[in-house]
Every structure is written in C-alpha cells, then in structure tokens.
C-alpha cells in the first residue's frame, strides 16, 4: 500500500470517527428535549442534525488549528500517531457508549493523539503550552455549565413568578427548540473541528498540505475566516450530522433523567442555553472543549435548583470518573494503536 493510500484510508477512519462522535454525542443534542416531551425522538435528531451541519458556515476553524498544531509537536505526527489517535478515540468512543456513559469525544482524540505521539517520541513530543487551556476548561467548562444553568434556571423562575403555569410551560416548549438548535449549533462547530485538525495534520504528514489550505476567494463564513478547505470543513460536519442522525441512545437517559428526575420544558431551556453559551465561549478562545461536560454541568446546575437533594450526585460522580479515566484511557489505546501502526502495518506500507 502506498503512502499516499494509507493516507486517504486515514481520511476516511478520521470521518468514521466523525460519524461515532456524532453518533456517541446525539444524546447530549436531544437528551433534554426528548425528555421534557418537545420533540419526539426523530424529530429531535433531524433537528440537531440540521444545525450540527449548517455549524459549518459559522465560527470559522481556528480549533482545527489548535488540533494540528499546538498540542503535539508537528515534527512528531505522522501516518502511525494519526492512526493510533483514532484507534484511541474510536475504541474509546464504542467502550463508553456500551457503558452509557457521556464521555468526550473531544478529549478522547486529543488524548488518542497525545498517548501515540508519547509512544513514538517520549513526553516531549506534546506541546505544553497548547495543553494548559485545554486542562483548564476541562474543569471549567462543567462549572460554567452548572453555575450558568443553575443562574438561567434561577433568573427565568424569578420573572415568571406571576406567570399561569400551562402558559408559561408551553411558551418555553417553543423556546427550547431555539435553545436545542443554538446547542447543537455550538456542539458541530467545536466537534467537527476535531477531526478536521486530524484530516490536515494527514495532509501535512505526507506532503500534501496545499490540499487543506480555503481558496483565498471562497466564503469566510458568518463567524470568522475558514482556514481549512472546504471540502474538510462539509465533509467533517456531514459525518457527523450523520451520526447524530444515527443516535446514541443508550445515553440519552442518563443525560436526560438519571442526573436529575425533574427536568421540565423551562429547565431544558436553561440548560441548553447555558451548555450553548459555555461552547460558544470556548470556540471563540478557540479552545476544543467537551460538549457533554457543559451539557452535564448545566443540566446539574438545572436540578440544583430545587436543592441538592434533586440532583443524584452519584451519576455526576460516576460521570466525572469516567472524564478523568478518559485521558489515560484514550492515550494507552492510542499508544497500542501507533505500535500497531509502526509494527504491523508498517511493513505494507511504503
């Protein structure tokens, strides 16, 4: 197999991966308005689905850049790291969606990548500078989450207080399709990047890197200049509008219900646009977050509201486990897999 195949099949593991972390993370799109009965559980997807997509014409792609270049050294990556990155991320993917647990995609490839480099070159192969916002928002993002959620939640109680109640639940019924778009809005155009960071640190590895670079004359997008090409950027996003549309069902009753048991149409408003804020938040630093921690956190800060009591910490704790078990976890199978790479396959390749 030439270089130059095995770097197209790359590609196409990388969108596969794409599709699982769309796959994986659908619940957390549609886990609350599926469970506060706004949309059915087709109809939810479609609609998560639709704006995971058009996320592709916003934001611009400077966490793409963030993936290729700041966390690992570039010197470092090449063919075997970028397949045990993805071994990590997928196998790690497919073990927490078994265990219904709403892991991190995100962190899952960026630990994937972290652990094959380490394997390849020893720990100076990461780029420590590039590492610390993206450790910092992994404690952060969950309480920016919860502490917007639980501020959303408390504010909107406080201005609907003379409200009828059946008014007020079907006016936030309406509202929270606005917050599940503005959501899955925020969770395409941070995700997708992911992968495209992979698919242009391909490009580069085997001399290909005018591949990625946008047309100078091509659209800029509504939120910032597009700085990989387009046809990254579409193909990235349709794979996992595609998986969203597949679903993760087996985790959307842990987002939806096991954190709290008392999620309505105005707390899934609240927490929807409080993970959508925290996302938006973090783009714009262009730093590659987890969306189901701001989703988590938001969604526990929602129940908190009614006191500690309404919130089952034991999920948030089994949870949390699983966000820190996720580095480790992630790297060593990403480090299996660049040994895999460099000794198995590296014969056939040349």
Known sequence: ??????????????????????????????ATVVTTRVLTPRQ?????????FVAAFFFGTTVAKTISEKLVDPQVVDLNVIFGALVGAVVWDLLTWWWALPTSSSHAVISGLA????????????????WVPVLAF????????????WSFMTAIAWLTRHAERHAAERRF??????????????HGTNDAQKTMGIIVAILAATGHEAWSQPNPEGFRGLGGQHEVAWWIVLSCHGAMALGTMAGGWRIVQTVGSRITPYLRPVGGFSAELAAATSIAFATLAHVPISTTHAIGGAVSGVGATRGLHAVRWIWGKRIAWAWVLTFPGAALIGAAGYA???????PFVH
């Open 115 to 130: 652990g094959a480099a380490i394997a390849k070159a020893g720990w100076g192969a990461l780029l420590l500078k590039g």
């Open 138 to 149: 992994l404690v952060l993002s969950p309480i920016i989450g919860m502490v917007l959620g």
């Open 340 to 346: 895999l790479a460099r000794f198995g396959l590296g």
């Open 44 to 52: 939810a997807v479609l609609w998560a689905a639709f704006f995971n």
């Open 1 to 30: 197999m030439s270089l130059l195949t095995f770097a197209f099949v790359l590609i196409g593991a990388a969108l596969i991966f794409d599709f699982l972390n769309g796959f994986h993370d659908a619940a957390n799109s549609v």
């Open 173 to 186: 019924r309406h509202l929270q399709l606005l917050s599940a778009g503005l959501y899955s809005l925020g």
